[in-house]
């Protein structure tokens, strides 16, 4: 039986936790961000501005690269604070790359199938 690490700054169950949940409150975020996005808009206010389809894609492309940029630097951020510890580190790292990644693929093809 191992003794546990006591340079830990964290609790493994926090740092699991937050591997956990953070991607997918950033997720819940830029959803929230992407309705707020793409609300319905009036035919007079359609009619009255002929660029409104690509300023609309340039404000969704937008939303899109902050999810990605917010994964991005939540796991970086994230395994630069546990630098001290690298069994925390590689754990928080096991789990928060692949989850972070599958959630964005999912956030974002979901977006697009509507």
């Not at 992407?34 to 359609?46: A, F, G, K, L």
């Not at 609309?56 to 939540?74: G, P, Y």
Request: aromatic share 12%.
């Amino acid at each position: 039986m191992s003794l546990p690490d006591q340079s830990a700054r964290f609790p493994t169950w926090v740092v699991v936790l937050a591997a956990l949940l953070a991607p997918i409150a950033i997720m819940l975020v830029y959803e929230t961000a992407m309705d707020w996005s793409n609300r319905p808009v009036s035919t007079q206010e359609w009619s009255s501005n002929p660029h409104a389809g690509q300023e609309l894609s340039d404000r969704n492309s937008f939303i899109v690269f902050m999810h990605a940029s917010a994964q991005f630097a939540f796991v970086i951020l994230g395994a630069w604070w546990l630098a001290n510890t690298s069994r925390q580190r590689t754990l928080f790292l096991i789990i928060a790359v692949p989850l972070s990644g599958f959630i964005f693929l999912l956030a974002t093809i979901g977006s697009m199938a509507g």
